[in-house]
């Protein structure tokens, strides 16, 4: 067959006029076959891996990886030299890019046809020698604080708030603890490794002041390491304090987030008296509210809100309801986080699962599905000042022979009591309560009003006005 050759071709003639010697100079890269990977090639912060060619070409792929010390944010330069079989062949160079952590240069030696007077066989060892990061000076270093044990400190500090060093101009760094990490005390900063200072390392800092290591540069080796003496420092006691998560942990997010599709009201918890919790105390979680932003798209339902560890609440709007009553012991500060919490539509006025009554202390007493919000001492009406809209009428089908005047709440059971005596075949009506569930069939109603009948042996049944 015959091909195209785009290129120059040069030779030197002998006496009797052949070629002593050709060099083809070729437009094109030349490959003949298929190129085969020949062994691996690795050393710090790079891969390097060759191909050869049945003429004499090949390749090298050399991955460079920026080392976990030095911070992106600078284009990182590295170059290296080539050798087959152990000696000296070629070199060349690259750029991590600035944002990236690693880059990949490819090698040839088809540059000045360079495969044609030193081809390299099949079987041949291809390596990577004297890899080196060419401007070092001009990066920024990871920069780590911690005790004399070597544990690290970040998760406890307020400074610095840079955790970078530069490896060309020089700066004061600060190191201070976060307000809560230690209660008294002091401590000294011991050490500094792979970067220069000015000065004296500060000894004897307050355990809520800042101590400065002045002038800090990198000298280009690895991580700045700073060591400091946490032994004179004492644990914080208290008081702690409760309170929700801010970032992509936050709680206060829209129901639509818990799985309530369409709904974008948003959780709401007030912990105002969550704090000033002295050390060891029980805490009860009654004081930690929660409620909606607004109002609901969909106003059949309420929704029950429970907090792993803490407790729950029934929300319908915006107007706070205690979490359930739980006494929980203190020793650290707390943080409710979104994953901690969950959400469950519910019947927005609550079903009643059980009924009873007492003729001598003249209560009826009503145990529902879920707590109740606090409520205040009903009115005349029996009105329960609740987020459940749960309401009591002592407007009688037939004659209960007394009133209604005290109604109260604790958690999820309800106490009516009326002024006289209680007997046998009263009736009382239950205004606006929605469900009356949990007994039989028969006798669960769901109209406006619903009438319970008082039995025999303290029992009560109820049916529709």
Same mark, same amino acid.
């Given at each position: ?18 070629? %002593? ?12 076959? $298929? ?8 050393? /710090? ?6 191909y050869i060619y049945e003429n004499g070409f090949a390749t090298l792929s050399v991955t460079a990886e920026r080392p976990a010390y030095i911070a992106t944010g600078t284009a990182l330069n590295f170059s290296y ?71 690290? #400190? ?23 603890? &976060? ?8 401590? &000294? ?16 800092? &307050? ?33 702690? $304090? ?80 205690? #979490? ?37 202390? &003249? ?7 879920? *707590?109740? $919000? %606090? ?19 002592? *407007? ?7 009133? #209604? ?18 007997? /046998? *075949?009263?009736?009382?009506? #239950? ?18 009003? *619903? ?15």
């Open positions: 067959d015959v091909k195209e050759y785009k290129g120059d071709i040069f030779a030197v003639l002998n006496s009797n006029t052949s070629a %002593a010697w050709v060099v083809f100079k070729s437009n094109t890269e030349l490959k003949t076959g $298929a190129g085969k990977p020949g062994t691996g090639d690795s050393g /710090e912060h790079f891969t390097a891996q060759p030299d080539v050798y087959v079989n152990g000696a000296p062949y070629g070199s060349d160079n690259g750029t991590i890019a600035a944002a990236d952590k690693s880059a990949t240069e490819n090698w040839d030696n088809g540059s000045s046809n360079m495969f044609l007077y030193r081809p390299i066989k099949a079987g041949d060892k291809i390596t990577v020698e004297n890899f080196r990061f060419t401007n070092l000076p001009a990066q920024n270093y990871v920069l780590k604080v911690v005790d004399q044990n070597g544990n690290d #400190l970040s998760a406890k500090l307020a400074k610095p708030t840079n955790w970078t060093v530069s490896g060309t101009t020089a700066g004061d760094k600060w190191v201070q603890f &976060a307000t809560g990490a230690y209660g008294d005390g002091t401590f &000294a900063v011991t050490k500094v490794e792979n970067a220069t200072y000015t000065g004296t390392l500060p000894t004897g800092v &307050a355990y809520n002041a800042q101590a400065t290591v002045s002038d800090l540069k990198a000298d280009t080796k690895g991580y700045v390491v700073v060591t400091v003496d946490t032994s004179d420092l004492d644990a914080y006691a208290g008081p702690w $304090a409760i309170t929700t998560a801010t970032g992509d942990a936050n709680p206060e997010v829209a129901l639509s987030q818990y799985g309530i599709s369409g709904e974008t009201v948003a959780l709401d918890f007030n912990v105002s008296a969550a704090s000033g919790i002295a050390n060891g105390s029980n805490f009860d979680v009654k004081n930690i509210k929660v409620k909606l932003s607004g109002t609901p798209v969909t106003s059949n339902y309420a929704y029950k809100v429970t907090v792993d560890g803490f407790g729950s609440a029934v929300v319908t709007g915006n107007s706070d309801v205690a #979490l359930s009553t739980k006494l929980i012991n203190v020793t650290s500060n707390l943080v409710i986080t979104k994953d901690m919490v969950s959400v469950t539509p519910v019947e927005k006025k609550q079903a009643v699962q059980s009924m009873s009554w007492d003729a001598a202390k &003249a209560t009826v007493t009503l145990t529902f599905a879920e *707590n109740l $919000a %606090a409520a205040s001492v009903a009115n005349v009406d029996g009105w329960v000042n609740s987020t459940t809209d749960v309401t009591f009428d002592d *407007n009688s089908v037939g004659n209960t022979g007394s009133g #209604l005047y005290d109604v109260s709440v604790n958690g999820n059971v309800v106490t009516l009591t009326f002024t006289g005596t209680l007997k /046998e *075949n009263n009736k009382i009506t #239950l205004s606006n309560l929605a469900e009356v569930t949990g007994l039989t069939a028969t006798n669960a109603c769901s109209a406006t009003n *619903n009438v319970l009948t008082l039995g025999a042996n303290g029992s009560v049944t109820a049916s529709n006005s």
